[in-house]
Every structure is written in structure tokens, then in C-alpha cells.
């Protein structure tokens, strides 16, 4: 049963994930392949303030939040006024650049050796160190970003978003600051995977720089292509099915040193068939490209 709540634990975190790529990625139809760098800052912001201010956790994940929507304002800023592949580029590079400096910054982020020791949340006194408690916590904030990007996508903000995806051209001549729009959307999708990130570091209560390397970004962005773009069912299901995909792996007694190829070669070959058959996905409403 404790199995059982931890994988639904990281569910729900893969599930903000999945879902602020979704608004960047699937509404307004920016290619961004570096959203582990969100994630990444957003983990050890809350967890270098938890652990060397003595910080509440509670205060790390809305600084965690911020520090990363600063982080997309700092990259998009430049990035959003190229598309297709160059921005595609762009978002890998500052990913990467993310990576290597949380790996190699030893003095704040002690590099590969992580940080451990990471303090879980606490409510009214009571530590959420049970599973069970920390996957209320996770499944109340998802359903908090849910509300706020749903409310983000539906009306009039939500229509500006869906013709920049469709002709950003003719966005423009209807007056539409769409540099703003993209800009204002990359902010918030960066503070959800900061969010995400937060949550992430506190349940696990160990990080390091091999969790949110360039590998990480292509398997968030997969969830939205598997789930569906522009769709916020879709992310929901993208993020549970591959996370619970891989853990199916570890009954059939493959040792990790060939359970972790052969999961990047499944990935690889469902991202193939999802292009030949299904390029909306699942619940998807318009293609990838």
C-alpha cells in the first residue's frame, strides 16, 4: 500500500508538471524542451532555504515558484522572439546551462553529492512525513493548478493563446501584444514546474543534478504529447500513464542497468507511433509540430 501512495505521490507532482508545460507547449504553441530547468530551481530553492535559513517549506514553495517564473521571465525574455527549432534550441540550451550550474556550483548546491536531509511540510505542527498526508498536500495543490490554468485557458486570455498557436501573424494585426502574451504564459508555466519542483524536493527529501537533466525535459514534454495537447484531461493522463509505466518495468526482474535503456526505447518508439497514428494524443485537439 505505501508503494501504492508513493507512486501516486509522484503522479500528482508529474501531473503540475505536465500540465505548465501544456500551457506553454499545447495552448500557445512554443516549443520548450527545457522545463527541468524549472523544475530543477524550484527543488533546490525550497530546499537550500529550508536547509540552510531554516525556512518553512511552506514559504520555500511559493519563493520556489517565484525564483523559477524568474528564471522563464530571464530565458523568455530573449528566447520568445524566436520560433520553431531556434526557440526549440534556445529552451534546450537553458536547460542545460541550468544543470550544469546546480552541478557544478559545489559551494551552494554541493554539486553531484545532492543535498540531503531535506525537512518534509508540516500543517498546525503536524509533520506530513506519511505518505498518505503528503499525497493529500500533493493532490490539493494539483487540483489548485488545475483550477488556475483552467480559468487561465477558457475565455477571452485563453482565445489570444489559441490564435498565437494557430497564426501568431494574424494575432498581431488584431492588435494582440503577442511577445507579452507568450512571455506572460512562459512566467507561469516556469512557477508551476517551480511549484512541482518544491514538492518534489521536500517528499524525497534528497536531491541532486541527475534528476533534472535534459533526459527529464523530453519525458515531461512526452507526457503532454501522450496525454494531448490543449488539454488539461490529457496532461493528467499523459503524467500518470508514464509514470506508472516504468515502475511495470521492475516486475518483470530486469536488472536497472537494462531497465533504463529499455524504458528510453520504449519512450522513444511510443513518441514514434503517437506521430504516425495519433499526433493530437489522447485527448489532444490539435497536432504537435
Known amino acids: 500500500?505505501?508503494?501504492?501512495?508513493h507512486i501516486l505521490v509522484i503522479c500528482g507532482i508529474y501531473s503540475i508538471l505536465t500540465l505548465s508545460l501544456n500551457l506553454i507547449v499545447?495552448?500557445?504553441?512554443?516549443?520548450?524542451?527545457g522545463h527541468a530547468a524549472f523544475f530543477c530551481i524550484g527543488a533546490y530553492i525550497s530546499a537550500l532555504?529550508?536547509?540552510?535559513?531554516?525556512?518553512?517549506?511552506?514559504?520555500?514553495?511559493?519563493?520556489a515558484g517565484c525564483g523559477a517564473g524568474v528564471l522563464g521571465l530571464v530565458i523568455g525574455t530573449p528566447s520568445l522572439r524566436l520560433k520553431g527549432d531556434y526557440l526549440a534550441l534556445a529552451t534546450v540550451g537553458a536547460g542545460i546551462i541550468v544543470y550544469q550550474i546546480v552541478k557544478n556550483w559545489v559551494s551552494v548546491t554541493r554539486g553531484p553529492m545532492g543535498l540531503p536531509g531535506i525537512p518534509s511540510f508540516?500543517?498546525?505542527?503536524?509533520?506530513?512525513?506519511?505518505?498518505?498526508?503528503?499525497l493529500i498536500l500533493v493532490i490539493s495543490i494539483t487540483a489548485i493548478s488545475v483550477f488556475v490554468i483552467r480559468r487561465l485557458v477558457i475565455g477571452s486570455y485563453g482565445r489570444v493563446l489559441k490564435s498565437i498557436r494557430e497564426d501568431e501573424t494574424a494575432s498581431q494585426m488584431l492588435g494582440k501584444n503577442t511577445v507579452g502574451?507568450?512571455?506572460?504564459?512562459?512566467?507561469?508555466?516556469?512557477?508551476?514546474?517551480?511549484?512541482?519542483?518544491?514538492?518534489?524536493?521536500?517528499?524525497?527529501?534528497?536531491?541532486?543534478?541527475?534528476?533534472?537533466?535534459?533526459?527529464?525535459?523530453?519525458?515531461?514534454?512526452?507526457?503532454?504529447i501522450?496525454?494531448?495537447m490543449a488539454s488539461i484531461r490529457g496532461s493528467l493522463v499523459g503524467a500518470v500513464v508514464l509514470v506508472i509505466f516504468p515502475e511495470l518495468l521492475r516486475f518483470l526482474g530486469m536488472p536497472s542497468s537494462v531497465a533504463a535503456p529499455v524504458r528510453q526505447m520504449i519512450y522513444g518508439l511510443l513518441l514514434v507511433i503517437l506521430m504516425m497514428k495519433r499526433p493530437q494524443g489522447l485527448f489532444g485537439k490539435f497536432r504537435f509540430t
Do not use: C, R
Not at 1 to 5: A, D, F, N, P, Q
Not at 49 to 63: A, Q, R, V
Not at 191 to 212: C, E, K, N, R
Open 1 to 5: 500500500m505505501e508503494y501504492i501512495l
Open 181 to 224: 502574451y507568450k512571455l506572460q504564459v512562459f512566467v507561469v508555466g516556469a512557477f508551476f514546474a517551480g511549484i512541482a519542483g518544491s514538492l518534489y524536493a521536500h517528499y524525497i527529501t534528497f536531491i541532486d543534478p541527475s534528476s533534472f537533466t535534459l533526459l527529464e525535459s523530453v519525458t515531461i514534454l512526452l507526457m503532454v
Open 49 to 63: 532555504l529550508s536547509l540552510n535559513l531554516g525556512m518553512s517549506p511552506w514559504i520555500g514553495l511559493i519563493l
Open 26 to 33: 499545447g495552448y500557445t504553441g512554443l516549443v520548450s524542451i
Open 226 to 228: 501522450l496525454g494531448g
Open 122 to 134: 508540516s500543517v498546525f505542527g503536524y509533520i506530513l512525513d506519511a505518505t498518505w498526508s503528503y
